[in-house]
């Protein structure tokens, strides 16, 4: 199971209405979505790849943009992409994203 939650840092408060796409690098090296979600009122998605995690790589892309928009405050970054590893497909997979208008970070949460 892949799911995230993102907190606006500036605010203190979870980022709500931001839309997130799952991609898996395939054999050929390109990327196909996988999954699509958008965070509830606590910031949260669940279960981003519905149909189950394979080994090999992933991405996350986050469209911050819209919501500092939606907010009338500025941001340097128009979206976030987290791109990282899955090695044992039946773990969970737990990819937090941080942001502020002009700063982020990510780790891997459970």
Same mark, same amino acid.
């Given at each position: 199971m892949l799911t995230t939650h993102i907190l606006d840092t500036a605010l203190g408060k979870p980022a709500a209405q931001v839309k997130i796409i799952a991609e898996q690098q395939?054999?050929?090296?390109?990327? $196909?979505?996988? /999954?699509?979600?958008?965070?509830d009122p606590d910031g949260r998605a669940k279960d981003l790849v519905p149909g189950g995690l394979q080994k090999g790589p992933y991405r996350?892309?986050?469209a911050v943009a819209e919501y500092f $928009?939606?907010? /009338?405050?500025?941001?340097f970054y128009p979206e976030v992409t987290i791109a990282f590893q899955v090695?044992?497909?039946?773990?969970?997979?737990?990819?937090?994203?941080?942001?502020?208008?002009?700063g982020y970070s990510t780790y891997r949460g459970s």
């Open positions: 395939g054999a050929n090296g390109q990327w $196909q979505q996988v /999954g699509e979600a958008t965070t996350l892309t986050f $928009q939606s907010a /009338g405050r500025d941001s090695k044992s497909p039946g773990e969970h997979y737990h990819v937090p994203l941080l942001i502020s208008g002009y």
